[in-house]
């Protein structure tokens, strides 16, 4: 049973409220440190070659297969941090979760920096992972409920544009400094991140719960089949992000090779440059969403852009390497709705549930790139490398837009409301 406040239209912000919105906080705060989420998340796909071929590996197909098998226990691990960190975000508060988190990550990542075999560097990625998860959902769970739902969408934009520029640092840092210098910049990052979060108070709505609250029965109530499909739908519309950042940029160097491009394509470059475009991605989606005063038809129209523009890609035989950046650019706006994809997962739960929530939907979206990989090496001896990675893609958006047409409309409601 879900118990919802009466609530109607929004009403439409003025300037002085959205500013302040802008300046508060939780909002400052909260983008500084999914500024330093990013850049670590982002790093190994920025270093991963020359970290790789540091440690003594060879360019080719070995970069490609250990480079899977790094992200992938990367991944993993933020497949477990997400369910850990959103339980006890639900259970001991929004705060503890971003301090644990940033601990953990932070650690994780200064110890990049003195691996010297793949095994260290395995552990290294999985425990990052596992920290890096609770960063976004922590936050954004946050500012939704520190803020009036007038303006919330313009504290998630804010939120998720500044954020997505760590990978824009990390690349400019990774071209300036060595691999290992990167991750002790990143880990130092996130430890100056720490002295911040003292200026952040706990959510109101959560301090607000009734006492007694038991850890993980979020669990229970977020499996009811009344709630699972919601929840699946919102994980969904978050596909074809990870699909793009985890495939498509991760493995740009190789495409473009296929795709006879008429010169090399760096990844220390695409990936600043892709994340460039996710950050005007957001701050557009954000601010036509809370024009529009809708979320699904923003999501729509990103999600057709991401198909558009990531067909386009994989058919650019003999590109420039001006051209293949510039849809890399292009795809990265396109899958910037990320901030109205997480908002709309905190929306759509009770104040019991949404730390959960907002921190395992997204990390599960992440997650895909398992999937995501897997299915493109199963693809690949079949359909090659292209066409491989155009039948994944295709397969991501079709689930994007099926989670997104069982989902209901979000903007006007108040989040002050619990799931029983």
């Known amino acids: 049973m879900t118990t919802r406040p009466v609530t109607g239209p929004a009403s439409r912000p003025d300037l002085t409220a959205i500013i302040r919105a802008l300046i ?15 850049y670590d998340l982002i790093l190994f796909a920025v270093v991963r070659v020359p970290s790789l071929v ?5 360019p080719g197909d070995q970069l490609v297969a250990t480079g899977t098998w790094l992200i992938n226990w990367q991944m993993g691990g933020m497949l477990l941090g997400g369910v850990l960190w959103g339980l006890l975000g639900d259970y001991r508060g929004r705060l503890s979760t971003l301090f644990g988190s940033i601990v953990l990550y932070s650690l994780a990542n200064l110890a990049n920096a003195w691996v010297h075999d793949l095994t260290a560097y395995t552990i290294c990625r999985f425990l990052a992972g596992v920290g890096l998860a609770g960063e976004l959902g922590g936050c954004i769970t946050l500012v939704s409920e520190a803020l009036p739902r007038e303006v919330r969408g313009y504290g998630t934009m804010m ?8 990978a824009v640092v990390a690349g400019a840092v990774a071209r300036e400094c060595g691999w290992r210098e990167a991750y002790i910049v990143g880990g130092c990052l996130g430890l100056v991140l720490l002295v911040l979060r ?12 009734a006492p007694g609250r038991r850890f993980a029965t979020q669990l229970g109530l977020l499996l009811q089949p009344a709630r699972l499909g919601r929840y699946l739908a919102c994980i969904a519309i978050g596909l074809p992000c990870w699909y793009v950042i985890g495939l498509v940029i991760l493995f740009s160097p190789e495409f473009a090779k296929a795709l006879h491009a008429t010169g090399p394509i760096s990844g220390t470059l695409a990936v600043p440059v892709s994340y460039a475009g996710i950050c005007v991605g957001d701050l557009v989606s954000g601010a036509i969403s809370q024009m529009w005063r809708t979320r699904k038809a923003v999501l729509f129209v990103f999600l057709a852009g991401t198909t558009a523009c990531f067909t386009a890609f994989f058919l650019s035989t003999g590109a420039t390497p001006v051209q293949i950046y510039t849809l890399l650019f292009a795809l990265g706006i396109c899958v910037g709705y990320w901030a109205v994809f997480v908002t709309v997962a905190a929306e759509h739960f009770g ?3 949404r730390a959960t929530v907002a921190t395992t939907v997204p ?20 359909f090659g ?4 990675g155009l039948a994944v893609g295709l397969i991501s958006v079709a689930l994007a837009f099926a989670g997104l047409f069982g989902l209901r409309e979000t903007f006007h409601d108040e989040l002050a409301y619990v799931e029983a």
């Open 24 to 38: 508060h906080p939780a909002v400052l705060v909260g983008a500084l440190g999914y500024f330093v989420d990013i």
């Open 351 to 353: 104040t019991n549930l």
């Open 198 to 209: 003292l200026c952040v108070r706990e959510s109101h709505l959560f301090q607000a719960l």
């Open 363 to 382: 990390n599960f979206s992440r997650g895909y790139v398992l999937v995501a990989t897997a299915l493109f090496n199963v693809f690949k001896p079949q």
């Open 385 to 388: 490398l292209l066409h491989a």
């Open 159 to 166: 939120v998720s544009a500044i954020g997505v520029l760590g």
């Open 54 to 58: 540091g440690l003594g590996y060879q």
